[in-house]
């Protein structure tokens, strides 16, 4: 089941003239409402538990493709998380396309991470993105 919310993401990456790259990631993620109870008869009829408030930052590699004006990038690497609930430990994986100019692009992207955490708890995360990419 899907779940609204909304997050800001940082991503720096080094400078770097290869295809390889790293990177440093922090952001957060939190609910827009409080509204997760299903009210219908049946089977998956309830409520759900309360989302948490995430934050996170992470250390990041990963390869990035040029081709013309657009850029195909992805990264994945460990990330600490903390918030409301326990803290964690856990991945992250960032995908993203960018169209731009030499020095601003606009990008579209995904981002998946799996957090366990210290009270035994395992989240699934996954987001979409728009964003611009400064260089």
Do not use: N, W
């Amino acid at each position: 089941m899907g779940r609204d919310g909304i997050a800001a993401e940082l991503t720096i990456a080094a400078k770097h003239r290869a295809t390889r790259l790293s990177a440093v990631s922090v952001g957060t993620r939190a609910s827009l409402s409080d509204d997760r109870c299903i009210l219908a008869a049946g089977i998956g009829s309830g409520c759900l538990e309360a989302y948490p408030t995430l934050s996170h930052v992470g250390v990041l590699g990963g390869t990035e493709r040029t081709m013309g004006v657009g850029t195909l990038r992805v990264l994945i690497g460990p990330a600490l998380y903390g918030g409301s609930g326990p803290s964690g430990v856990g991945g992250q994986c960032q995908l993203d396309a960018a169209v731009g100019v030499s020095r601003v692009a606009l990008t579209l992207g995904a981002q998946g991470d799996v957090v366990a955490r210290f009270g035994g708890e395992t989240l699934y995360l996954g987001s979409l993105r728009l964003g611009l990419r400064l260089r």
